[in-house]
């Protein structure tokens, strides 16, 4: 257990699943305590009862409401009579062609993405101001960045690369406020996060990806992401990790994601 997080306390968006559980139950492991945000109350209760009471809360939140944003974050700072940092992880993906998308599908990734993480650290600034080596850490994806993660994803994709850019002014602005700000970037590990998206859409998108390409970058586990997101939180004062990107380096068919034969 590393004694730089113990006693430690983060709220973490998007907690109740894939890389925020992961990421909350390292933290926990770690000795610290978390704040989880996300849409659900009976997913977060389920992760909070798995991770334990006395270390978890769960509060009902969306990350793109500004108001609900910043009573999450005073109700996890009451609760837990401090906050010690930020993990922005939240992220929604809808897949369709550019063209075809709906305004509502494209306003949907941009707040929830965007423009929450955004409030998410306006709301916790205040609350991390003056603290014992506060830190934010904005969770990226490698599909900012390469084209091979998967197709028909442009407004997700644009959506992480307008949150690195972020964290690159914002670890500027609180550099005088000691508040270190980190961006982790993420490439495929085998999570749930595909599970809403429209069938039809992920179909046609999985087609056109196989075709540039046989095999992809897999077998990266969220537990190797959340150490990454531990590993920046635990930084010594005055030092921050810039930008780390952490992808799997195993060669993969994506036969992989064929869809069951139901025949």
């Not at 916790?124 to 994803?153: F, K």
Request: proline fraction near 4%; aromatic fraction near 6%; glycine fraction near 10%.
């Amino acid at each position: 257990m590393s004694q730089a997080l113990q006693g430690r306390v983060y709220a973490v968006t998007g907690g109740s699943r894939g890389f925020g559980l992961a990421i909350a139950r390292e933290l926990v492991a770690q000795g610290a305590r978390v704040g989880l945000l996300g849409r659900s109350q009976q997913s977060l209760d389920k992760a909070v009862d798995a991770l334990g009471r006395e270390q978890a809360l769960g509060i009902s939140a969306d990350v793109a409401d500004h108001a609900a944003v910043v009573q999450a974050m005073q109700a996890i700072h009451a609760h837990f009579g401090q906050l010690n940092g930020l993990v922005n992880n939240a992220g929604m993906a809808r897949p369709g062609r550019v063209e075809e998308l709906l305004a509502d599908e494209v306003m949907a990734q941009v707040s929830t993405n965007f423009l929450g993480t955004v409030y998410c650290c306006q709301a916790a600034i205040p609350l991390l101001r003056g603290g014992d080596n506060p830190r934010i850490v904005n969770v990226s994806s490698a599909s900012a960045w390469h084209y091979d993660e998967m197709v028909h994803l442009s407004i997700y994709a644009s959506t992480k690369a307008a949150v690195e850019r972020f964290s690159r002014d914002l670890r500027v602005e609180l550099q005088g406020d000691r508040i270190g700000v980190s961006c982790i970037r993420p490439g495929g590990a085998l999570t749930d996060f595909s599970q809403d998206w429209d069938a039809e859409k992920f179909a046609a998108a999985l087609q056109q990806w196989k075709s540039v390409g046989t095999h992809m970058d897999m077998g990266m586990d969220v537990t190797q992401v959340a150490q990454a997101v531990c590993y920046a939180l635990a930084q010594p004062p005055g030092v921050a990790v810039d930008l780390l990107e952490i992808r799997p380096n195993v060669a993969t068919p994506k036969t992989l994601f064929d869809p069951p034969d139901t025949h």
